[in-house]
């Protein structure tokens, strides 16, 4: 008989369950290669576009049209004044674009979340605009394996601490998992939660950060299947 209580799994979306920033990096590379006649070297180019896009970050959140926002008033600041192609309209659509593309969910996601969901409660907890983010959320087929789906401007150590409490989660017992230490590992640590490293090659840069796990919570997989044995190796019984 099993006894082993259910937990709480707190699962990023942005690949972690899918693909997401090379979308993104596909567009700045379209962008980078058409500002060519800037006669700027393309690292300058992306310095700049890095430098405007924390700017528009701090104003609108996170997602696609902040980039298109970016890509625009990078555009405007380095292109010689009488370019006419490409049009500022198409520079805006780099970015919107991604908006419509299909969602594909990374490898041993579904199967993995059918077994999670079995025996542990699931919510997806992603940050930026949320009609972007909602409507991910509802073309990916899995939305039904979660309980609820959270969408939040920012993840911090607030966020971690206000979702266990307007969930009436115990933290002992949750755990978070992502790809981006940034967001999902060290404020949730912070916030006195488990957490689940699952890094993805091409999480973006402005994710990356130092691990803040003195006490060695932390657990990384290489894989998003892997997480059941992570879970299930770390029981609580029942009482």
Same mark, same amino acid.
């Given at each position: 008989?099993? &006894?082993?209580? *259910? ?6 979306? !942005? ?6 920033? $090379? /979308?993104? +990096?596909? #567009?700045?590379?379209?962008? $980078? ?13 992306? *310095?700049?576009?890095? +430098? +405007?896009? *924390?700017?528009?970050? &701090?104003?609108?959140? /996170?997602?696609?049209? &902040?980039?298109?926002? #970016? ?16 049009? =500022? ?6 970015? =919107? #674009?991604?908006?419509?593309?299909? $969602? ?8 993995? =979340? ?39 401007? !920012?993840?911090?150590?607030?966020? /971690?601490?206000?979702?266990? @409490? ?23 640590? %912070? ?10 090659? !091409?999480?973006?840069?402005?994710? @990356?950060?130092?691990?803040? !796990?003195?006490? %060695? ?11 059941? %044995? ?6 609580? +019984? #029942?009482?």
């Amino acid at each position: 008989m099993n &006894t082993a209580k *259910r937990q709480t799994l707190l699962i990023d979306a !942005d690949d972690t369950l899918w693909e997401n920033n $090379i /979308y993104f +990096e596909q #567009a700045i590379a379209q962008f $980078i290669e058409h500002a060519a006649p800037s006669m700027l070297p393309a690292d300058e180019i992306r *310095r700049r576009l890095d +430098e +405007e896009e *924390r700017r528009m970050l &701090t104003l609108h959140g /996170y997602g696609s049209r &902040t980039l298109s926002m #970016a890509l625009q008033r990078t555009w405007q600041a380095v292109i010689p004044e009488g370019h006419v192609a490409p049009s =500022l309209a198409d520079i805006e659509r780099l970015a =919107l #674009a991604i908006l419509d593309l299909e $969602i594909e969910i990374l490898p041993g996601v579904a199967d993995t =979340l059918v077994n999670l969901a079995g025996d542990h409660d699931l919510y997806l907890v992603t940050k930026g605009n949320l009609a972007e983010q909602q409507a991910k959320i509802d073309r990916s087929g899995i939305a039904d394996k979660f309980l609820a789906a959270i969408v939040v401007d !920012d993840k911090t150590v607030d966020t /971690y601490h206000d979702t266990v @409490h307007q969930h009436r989660l115990d933290p002992a017992m949750t755990w978070m998992i992502g790809n981006s230490i940034r967001s999902d590992i060290n404020p949730a640590i %912070g916030a006195g939660l488990r957490a689940i490293f699952v890094p993805h090659p !091409d999480t973006w840069h402005m994710e @990356h950060e130092e691990l803040a !796990d003195p006490d %060695g919570i932390c657990i990384t997989v290489d894989r998003f299947d892997q997480i059941p %044995g992570v879970i299930n190796g770390h029981p609580f +019984e #029942a009482t």
